[in-house]
Every structure is written in structure tokens, then in C-alpha cells.
């Protein structure tokens, strides 16, 4: 994925509207975006996205929040979504995608709650942990869109690609396309010459 891809996702982070429904394809430009966000040393690369991420975030929590602890939400949200988007077990993805929601909707709770001065609406402490004190759905922020969708997508779609080299590794799998090791033709054709070189070095040797 190039720096273009990174540019596409600030102008649809820049161009919704709150309660605006994104769509799969949208969503995903996201995802791969944050996922493959260079790292903080990196500050000509992530300046741009990162400041659409900050948008992104203020969507729930508001303006109350500093930047660098904004910068940091940022930056551990990749972890958590690259842990998931590594993993090839369905239980930790869908668990690592539900906990990102679920803690991001505590901080839209909580800072709600903050503004409002109105008191939470957890339910007292109970015997038992089921029944009527579960929380409710959260609003549909963009954020909860987007968690949301990687969660119901993850297991058969995302996708590392298989180029040690490649600057933009974390990719969605066309839907349809039963395999895809590689996130682009360059990638694939990267690897490509390098097995062939490999191949030629092995028989050169075994001609020794």
C-alpha cells in the first residue's frame, strides 16, 4: 500500500459526517491504513493520517483528551488490530476486534458521562453476572463501524503479506479470491525473483 492509499483514507475520515454510514469497501481503506501507519519516528509519513486518526477518535470522546495521549490511543490501536490481523486463530480475532469496541465505547461513555454530569447507567453489583446488566449496543461512531466490520471479516480476508520486505504488508484479500499471498503484483514478483535466485544458487552449488 502506498502513501496514496494513506491520502484516500484522510480524505474519508475527513469527508464523514458523524452517524454516517461508511461503506465495506471505505472502511476496509481504514483499516489497512491504520494497520500499516508508519511508526512514530517516522514523522513525515504519519503527521497526515495520524491527525485524521486524532478526527477520528474526537468523533466519541471529544476535545478533552491531549494530543500526545491521542497519539498514543493511536498507536496501541494498531498493536491490538495488528495482533488480531496476525493471528489465525478465529477466537482471537473476534475477541481482540470485540474488546477494541468494547473499551472504546466506555471511553465514549465515560466522557459523555463526564460532560452531561448525568450518572452512569451501570447497573449495581450483582450475584449473578448475566440477565439485565449487560451494557447496550454503542452508537455507531465511525470507529465502531469500523472495528465492527474488521471483526465480521477478519478470519477470511486480512491478510500479511508474504514479502519480508514490503513497506505496507497488512492487506484485505479481494472478496472471492480464493488465496492471496501477497498484497500486490510487485510484491509477488519480488518474491518471484528471489525464489528464482535462490533456485540458481542451489543448482550452481550442487554442480560444485
Not at 450475584?127 to 474488521?150: I, M, N, W
Request: hydrophobic share 35%; proline share 5%; glycine share 6%.
Amino acid at each position: 500500500m502506498s502513501i496514496l492509499l494513506h491520502m484516500t483514507a484522510v480524505r474519508l475520515l475527513t469527508g464523514n459526517q458523524k452517524g454516517e454510514r461508511l461503506s465495506p469497501a471505505a472502511i476496509e481503506k481504514l483499516l489497512t491504513a491504520l494497520a500499516n501507519l508508519p511508526d512514530k519516528d517516522n514523522l513525515q509519513l504519519r503527521s497526515p493520517i495520524t491527525a485524521k486518526f486524532t478526527d477520528l477518535l474526537k468523533d466519541g470522546i471529544g476535545d478533552t483528551i491531549g494530543p500526545e495521549t491521542l497519539l498514543e490511543n493511536i498507536y496501541g490501536l494498531r498493536s491490538d488490530l495488528r495482533t488480531a490481523w496476525d493471528s489465525r486463530d478465529l477466537r482471537v480475532q473476534e475477541w481482540v476486534a470485540f474488546e477494541l469496541r468494547r473499551l472504546y465505547s466506555v471511553a465514549v461513555r465515560d466522557q459523555n458521562k463526564a460532560i452531561t454530569g448525568k450518572p452512569s447507567r451501570r447497573k449495581p453489583e450483582r450475584d449473578s453476572y448475566f440477565g439485565s446488566g449487560r451494557e447496550p449496543a454503542p452508537k455507531l461512531t465511525v470507529l465502531e463501524q469500523v472495528l465492527f466490520h474488521f471483526q465480521r471479516i477478519a478470519e477470511t480476508r486480512a491478510m500479511h503479506c508474504r514479502n519480508p520486505d514490503c513497506q505496507h504488508p497488512y492487506f484485505f484479500k479481494p472478496v472471492g479470491q480464493r488465496t492471496a499471498a501477497y498484497c500486490s503484483a510487485d510484491c509477488s514478483e519480488v518474491a518471484r525473483r528471489q525464489t528464482f535466485r535462490s533456485s540458481q544458487k542451489k543448482r550452481r552449488e550442487g554442480n560444485l
